[in-house]
């Protein structure tokens, strides 16, 4: 609401002629996270070539990790981080606690995360050639089944399955390994952590084209959730109090759940949002369909494009879906950009 009087304020301002400035028409520079991901950075282009080429704004970014890039946030070195999850960092809920972000819009919805097998494994790909080889799996709870985990056999310890996780140091990977523990599945399952993202994605796709059965963390949007055919394996509904233990590095490893519904939005300084209302307005509006963004995604791999590439041929095909966000003139102007 705070927002929404805001932005009306200043159009009442300016078509009333008092108001003869905006936050890029005083060539000030707006810059963006340079989140690594690349949702983020498939997304934090399209939104830059909409400010830079339909509003004539003077765009940037700076490479980080989300830690370093959300305190620049915090100190309006950055003015907006196209992605932010919000309630996972606490660096971000500290800073929004103190009034120094705020979240705006919804970058897209329906996102998930949680322990995934390839369908094949529960429902066979006939034109493939491959069976169903645990037909009845649906459950983190089956996983225990010796059965169940020599079907996941880690080639360098056969002797158990191979879980794959997030790769150290991301938040993903203390949840997972803090999960193995409270499903009581340390004993059964290798606990591996790839180095690189890059290189989780490589072990998921490598099994899949192979046929092959693996388990693992993933989350979307991404390359893999466009491209694969993948079912999620039902937790324990998520509950507040044994996220909290799960989270928590002194926590507890009693019992496991869900993770919690996601919530996305742009993550913005609140200075900037009070300097900057027009451009508000327009991440209120800019929400991406998850379908759109993953069907992106898989166009990166599959054409090995970069995000910029990407976002240009988003901006191309997809003006249905952005040209709502912005006003009549500035999609004109898009669009003859990219002629």
């Not at 992605?83 to 009034?99: C, T």
């Not at 002797?159 to 390994?177: A, I």
Request: glycine share 8%.
């Amino acid at each position: 609401m705070k927002f929404a009087l805001t932005v009306g304020a200043f159009l009442m301002g300016t078509s009333m002629g008092t108001a003869h400035a905006s936050y890029c028409g005083d060539g000030k520079i707006v810059t963006f996270a340079g989140i690594d991901w690349e949702s983020g950075a498939l997304i934090t282009e399209v939104m830059k070539e909409l400010l830079s080429k339909g509003y004539g704004c003077k765009v940037d970014s700076i490479p980080g990790n989300s830690v370093t890039l959300e305190q620049a946030t915090a100190n309006n070195d950055v003015q907006i981080f196209a992605e932010e999850w919000i309630g996972r960092s606490d660096v971000w809920n500290n800073a929004a606690a103190a009034g120094k972000v705020t979240s705006v819009g919804k970058t897209f919805v329906g996102a998930s995360e949680g322990w995934f097998v390839p369908e094949y494994v529960v429902k066979g790909d006939e034109a493939r050639g491959i069976k169903p080889i645990a037909p009845d799996l649906k459950s983190v709870s089956q996983l225990s089944d010796p059965k169940i985990a020599e079907l996941f056999k880690d080639p360098e310890e056969p002797s158990k399955g191979r879980f794959l996780n997030c790769p150290s140091g991301w938040t993903c990977e203390g949840v997972n390994t803090a999960k193995l523990e409270a499903y009581k599945l340390m004993d059964t399952y290798v606990n591996f952590r790839p180095g690189t993202g890059t290189a989780l994605d490589a072990g998921i796709s490598a099994a899949y084209l192979q046929g092959e059965p693996v388990l693992f963390y993933y989350w979307s949007p991404t390359a893999v959730m466009g491209k694969f055919k993948l079912v999620q394996l039902e937790e324990p509904a998520y509950d507040e109090a044994c996220w909290k233990e799960l989270t928590s590095a002194t926590g507890k490893r009693e019992a496991g759940c869900a993770f919690p519904a996601v919530e996305v939005a742009y993550g913005i300084n609140s200075t900037f949002a009070k300097d900057a209302p027009e451009i508000v307005e327009i991440l209120e509006k800019a929400t991406f369909p998850l379908e759109e963004v993953n069907a992106s995604l898989a166009y990166m791999a599959d054409n090995k494009a970069d995000a910029v590439t990407a976002a240009k041929e988003f901006l191309k095909s997809k003006a249905d879906v952005w040209g709502s966000w912005v006003s009549a003139d500035a999609k004109a102007k898009v669009e003859a950009s990219l002629k």
